[in-house]
């Protein structure tokens, strides 16, 4: 059957992102923050997507852009929620946050509506055990930039149902992605060995070994990755890399993941990556296409 109608929450870098790959895709969205002001952003944000992947994608070139807008819906209040058929959730990575909110989603939504956890590194065992449903909860980390990335890490908790796994599966499908199927586990395959690199590649650059632009060019240049580590980590912004190597060592209890001295005091100042405009590397903040006068 497919589904309709998707809840997500979290309007920030990844949220929207979601957001605007369900609305390309047929899909209606209630999108829901605790901030009008991210809201609003989100907005301008899914449209200026929307016009960037019309570059690349005959079909969307085609579309009308005034409609899919028009098919998300923003909300503050999670009673926006009541007949959403799934909820990717996309909140801040902390353990105090998102177990609230799966708290709020398990009174606002039908009790049939499967909970998608969109983390970095959160065990999705833990966030069921604090709803009334663990058997309707899986985990779905997405990959930044969203629309743009066609695979997602698939997660399938201790109690997630057949039911869930598959409804997972067809929602996916009908976003054109494909899920790469993995246990339950802290920080998954993904974050659990991309957030030791990205964490030394922070302390060679703080020991003075190399220069950031260097650190990045052995893993682009010698390695023929896409990005470097320390670019990923402006990308994912690093607010979320301390957060998510936070939980990483206080789930784990191994102090391999306590974070690097240079990348909390790079948060304590604000300096978060390509969200703030400033990280490793500096980024103008003008939005891609307004830059070719769209
Ligand atoms: N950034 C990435 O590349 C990336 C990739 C995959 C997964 N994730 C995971 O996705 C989640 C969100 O990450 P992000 O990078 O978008 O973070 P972000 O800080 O950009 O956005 C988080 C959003 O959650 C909102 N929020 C906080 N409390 C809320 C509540 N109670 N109800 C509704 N909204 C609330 C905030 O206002 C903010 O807009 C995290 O768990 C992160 O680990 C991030």
Not at 20 to 45: C, F, K, N
Not at 178 to 203: H, K, T
Request: hydrophobic share 45%; net charge negative.
């Amino acid at each position: 059957m497919r589904i309709a109608k998707v809840g997500v929450v979290g309007a920030g870098v990844i949220g929207r992102g979601v957001a605007q790959s369900l609305a390309q895709t047929g899909h209606e969205v209630v999108l829901v923050d605790v901030s009008e002001a991210v809201l609003a952003d989100a907005l301008s944000d899914i449209a200026n997507g929307l016009r960037f992947a019309a570059f690349r994608d005959p079909v969307l070139r085609k579309a009308d852009h005034a409609q899919i807008m028009a098919a998300i819906t923003v909300a503050t209040d999670y009673r926006a929620l009541a007949d959403v058929q799934f909820v990717v959730e996309n909140v801040t990575e902390d353990w105090d946050i998102k177990q609230a909110v799966y708290r709020e989603l398990d009174r606002a939504c039908p009790a049939e509506c499967v909970f998608a956890v969109n983390t970095s590194a959160v065990r999705i065992a833990r966030l069921a055990a604090v709803t009334g449903r663990p058997a309707n909860i899986v985990g779905m980390h997405f990959m930044n930039p969203v629309p743009q990335k066609q695979h997602v890490e698939l997660i399938v908790g201790p109690d997630s149902s057949d039911g869930a796994i598959a409804s997972a599966m067809t929602l996916l499908d009908q976003l054109g992605k494909q899920a790469i199927v993995v246990r339950d586990s802290p920080g998954f395959v993904s974050n659990r060995v991309m957030m030791l690199m990205i964490n030394e590649a922070i302390a060679v650059l703080e020991e003075g070994v190399a220069s950031a632009s260097d650190v990045d060019a052995i893993f682009v240049h010698c390695f023929s990755h896409k990005m470097g580590p320390l670019a990923t980590a402006d990308l994912i912004g690093l607010d979320t890399i301390l957060n998510t190597l936070d939980v990483l060592r206080d789930d784990c209890g191994k102090e391999k993941f306590a974070a690097s001295l240079l990348l909390r005091r790079m948060v304590d100042e604000g300096r978060l990556g390509r969200k703030s405009g400033s990280g490793f590397f500096e980024y103008s903040m003008r939005k891609e296409v307004q830059r070719d006068g769209d």
